[in-house]
Protein backbone atom coordinates (compact mmCIF):
# COMPACT_ATOMS: atom_id res chain seq x y z
CA UNK A 1 0.00 0.00 0.00
CA UNK A 2 1.24 3.40 -0.63
CA UNK A 3 1.24 5.71 2.72
CA UNK A 4 0.00 9.56 2.19
CA UNK A 5 0.95 11.06 5.99
CA UNK A 6 4.09 12.39 7.04
CA UNK A 7 7.56 9.97 7.63
CA UNK A 8 7.36 8.43 11.24
CA UNK A 9 10.04 7.30 13.38
CA UNK A 10 9.52 4.34 15.30
CA UNK A 11 11.78 3.43 18.30
CA UNK A 12 11.22 1.69 21.75
CA UNK A 13 12.02 2.53 24.97
CA UNK A 14 13.83 1.83 27.75
CA UNK A 15 15.15 3.56 30.69
CA UNK A 16 17.81 3.00 33.55
CA UNK A 17 14.79 2.41 35.90
CA UNK A 18 14.02 -0.18 33.30
CA UNK A 19 10.90 0.69 31.81
CA UNK A 20 9.97 -0.40 28.48
CA UNK A 21 7.83 0.28 26.25
CA UNK A 22 7.38 -2.22 22.67
CA UNK A 23 6.99 1.03 20.17
CA UNK A 24 7.15 4.23 20.03
CA UNK A 25 6.37 6.02 17.12
CA UNK A 26 6.95 9.56 16.13
CA UNK A 27 5.23 11.48 13.41
CA UNK A 28 4.63 14.96 13.28
CA UNK A 29 6.21 16.15 16.73
CA UNK A 30 3.64 13.71 18.52
CA UNK A 31 4.70 10.58 19.99
CA UNK A 32 2.35 7.46 20.58
CA UNK A 33 3.10 4.54 22.39
CA UNK A 34 2.02 1.04 21.61
CA UNK A 35 2.41 -2.09 23.57
CA UNK A 36 1.97 -5.60 22.37
CA UNK A 37 0.57 -8.09 24.31
CA UNK A 38 -0.27 -11.65 22.91
CA UNK A 39 -3.69 -11.54 24.97
CA UNK A 40 -6.97 -10.32 23.85
CA UNK A 41 -7.86 -7.98 26.81
CA UNK A 42 -6.22 -5.74 28.66
CA UNK A 43 -3.79 -6.96 30.80
CA UNK A 44 -4.23 -5.13 33.82
CA UNK A 45 -3.07 -1.74 34.87
CA UNK A 46 0.45 -2.99 36.46
CA UNK A 47 1.23 -4.47 32.95
CA UNK A 48 0.48 -1.32 31.49
CA UNK A 49 2.02 1.10 34.40
CA UNK A 50 5.10 1.69 32.09
CA UNK A 51 2.95 3.10 29.29
CA UNK A 52 1.34 5.58 32.13
CA UNK A 53 5.35 6.15 33.34
CA UNK A 54 6.85 7.14 29.61
CA UNK A 55 3.21 9.46 28.50
CA UNK A 56 4.09 11.21 32.05
CA UNK A 57 7.69 11.84 30.67
CA UNK A 58 6.92 13.08 27.41
CA UNK A 59 4.62 15.56 28.82
CA UNK A 60 2.65 17.55 25.71
CA UNK A 61 4.59 15.53 23.08
CA UNK A 62 2.78 12.78 24.20
CA UNK A 63 -0.32 11.79 21.79
CA UNK A 64 -3.53 11.76 22.86
CA UNK A 65 -4.39 8.40 22.25
CA UNK A 66 -1.28 5.18 23.46
CA UNK A 67 -2.09 1.64 22.18
CA UNK A 68 -2.05 -1.69 23.21
CA UNK A 69 -1.95 -4.18 20.42
CA UNK A 70 -3.51 -7.53 21.22
CA UNK A 71 -5.48 -10.29 19.60
CA UNK A 72 -9.03 -8.07 20.46
CA UNK A 73 -12.15 -9.00 18.18
CA UNK A 74 -13.11 -5.69 19.62
CA UNK A 75 -11.29 -2.52 19.51
CA UNK A 76 -11.77 -0.13 21.88
CA UNK A 77 -11.04 2.74 25.03
CA UNK A 78 -9.87 0.94 28.67
CA UNK A 79 -12.52 1.73 30.61
CA UNK A 80 -10.16 2.64 33.64
CA UNK A 81 -7.99 4.51 31.09
CA UNK A 82 -10.18 6.11 27.92
CA UNK A 83 -5.98 7.52 26.62
CA UNK A 84 -5.40 3.58 26.29
CA UNK A 85 -6.90 1.88 23.26
CA UNK A 86 -7.13 -1.78 22.65
CA UNK A 87 -6.40 -2.88 18.66
CA UNK A 88 -6.64 -6.03 17.02
CA UNK A 89 -2.47 -6.63 16.39
CA UNK A 90 -3.36 -8.77 13.66
CA UNK A 91 -4.43 -5.21 11.79
CA UNK A 92 -1.57 -2.78 12.83
CA UNK A 93 -1.12 -1.25 9.87
CA UNK A 94 -4.68 0.06 9.06
CA UNK A 95 -4.61 1.50 12.83
CA UNK A 96 -0.85 3.27 11.85
CA UNK A 97 -2.96 4.83 8.47
CA UNK A 98 -6.22 5.79 10.15
CA UNK A 99 -4.62 7.10 13.47
CA UNK A 100 -1.38 8.46 13.52
Known amino acids: KESTGSA ?3 FFWRDAHGTEVDFVI ?3 GRVRLI ?3 WTEADSGRRALAPLSRV ?4 GK ?4 EHWIACRTPHPR ?5 PTLRLIDGFAFEDWLESGC
Open 8 to 10: AGI
Open 26 to 28: EQA
Open 35 to 37: EAK
Open 55 to 58: REAL
Open 61 to 64: RAAS
Open 77 to 81: PLQHD
